[in-house]
C-alpha cells in the first residue's frame, strides 16, 4: 500500500508539473503574442496629409485622399536575368487640381514629403505630369501610383514645385519648398519664394529629368544638420525620382 501510495503521489506531482508548464508556456506564447500586436499600427490608421502651394502658383490643389493599395510590378535590372518581376501592393495618391487667373495649365511637378514623428525629414517623391486645365474645363482629377506603403505616424505634405501654362512657367525652389513643407507638417503658416518666366520652359524628361532631380537631393542635403542622402532612384519612363535620409533635420 505504501509503494501504491508513493507512486499516486508522485504521478500526481507529474501531472501538476505539466500543468503548470503547459500554462506557463501558453502565458509565454500569449504574451508575445499580444506584445506583437500592440507593437503593430493598426493597418486602418489614416494617413496625416497636408498640400502645401505658394500663393502665387496659377493652381490650387484639393481633395488629396490615399486610396486602397494597387498591384505595383517592379522590373528586375537587366543585369539580373534570374530575377523575375515582382508585384507587390501600395497606394495611390488622388487630388483634383484647378486653374486660376484664368491660365491654361499644361503640366506640373509634384514632391511628396515624409516626415517622421520628430519632424526629421525621411523621403521625398517628385512626379511631373501632364495636364490640360483652364477655367472651362473645371478641374483635373491627378492620381500618383506610390511604389511604398505609407507609415501612417508619419506626416506627408504634397508640396507644388513647378506649373506650366501656355506662356509662362512659375517653380519653386526645392530647399525652400522643403522648409516649407516641413512647417506645413507641424500645423504652422508658411510661404516659399517662386519665380515666375514668361516663357514656357519644357517639361524635363530623360536624362535631364535625373540629373535635375540628383542636384536637388543635393541641395536638400545641404541644409540643417548637413546629412547625406541614403539613396536615389529614378524613372524616366514614370517622369518620377526618390530620394531617402535617415531623419534629416532640415533647419529653420
Request: net charge positive; glycine share 4%.
Given at each position: 500500500m505504501k509503494r501504491i501510495s508513493v507512486l499516486l503521489l508522485c504521478l500526481a506531482s507529474v501531472s501538476l508539473f505539466s500543468i503548470a508548464l503547459s500554462y506557463a508556456r501558453a502565458t509565454i506564447w500569449r504574451s508575445r503574442v499580444n506584445n506583437a500586436v500592440a507593437a503593430t499600427p493598426a493597418q486602418g490608421n489614416p494617413v496625416p496629409l497636408s498640400v502645401f502651394a505658394a500663393d502665387d502658383m496659377p493652381v490650387t490643389i484639393t481633395g488629396l485622399?490615399?486610396?486602397?493599395?494597387?498591384?505595383?510590378?517592379?522590373?528586375?535590372?537587366?543585369?539580373?536575368?534570374?530575377a523575375a518581376d515582382q508585384t507587390e501592393a501600395a497606394p495611390q495618391l488622388q487630388f483634383n487640381v484647378a486653374s486660376k487667373g484664368g491660365h491654361k495649365i499644361k503640366s506640373m511637378t509634384v514632391a511628396l514629403f515624409d516626415f517622421d514623428e520628430k519632424g526629421l525629414l525621411r523621403r521625398v517623391d517628385s512626379w511631373g505630369q501632364t495636364l490640360d486645365v483652364n477655367d472651362e474645363k473645371g478641374p483635373a482629377k491627378?492620381?500618383?501610383?506610390?511604389?511604398?506603403k505609407l507609415n501612417p505616424l508619419h506626416r506627408q505634405v504634397l508640396a507644388l514645385e513647378h506649373v506650366r501654362s501656355e506662356g509662362a512657367?512659375?517653380?519653386?525652389?526645392?530647399p525652400g519648398l522643403g522648409r516649407a513643407a516641413n512647417k506645413?507638417?507641424?500645423?504652422?503658416?508658411?510661404?516659399?519664394?517662386?519665380?515666375r518666366l514668361e516663357k514656357a520652359l519644357p517639361d524635363e524628361r530623360g536624362s535631364v529629368l535625373c540629373s535635375n532631380g540628383f542636384r536637388k537631393a543635393m541641395l536638400l542635403a545641404q541644409l540643417g544638420d548637413g546629412q547625406s542622402v541614403t539613396s536615389f532612384t529614378c524613372d524616366q519612363n514614370n517622369r518620377s525620382f526618390s530620394f531617402t535620409f535617415r531623419g534629416k533635420n532640415l533647419g529653420q
Open positions: 485622399t490615399v486610396v486602397k493599395d494597387q498591384p505595383v510590378t517592379k522590373t528586375a535590372g537587366a543585369a539580373d536575368n534570374k491627378v492620381t500618383l501610383q506610390l511604389e511604398r512657367t512659375w517653380r519653386a525652389q526645392l506645413t507638417s507641424a500645423g504652422l503658416p508658411t510661404s516659399a519664394v517662386t519665380n
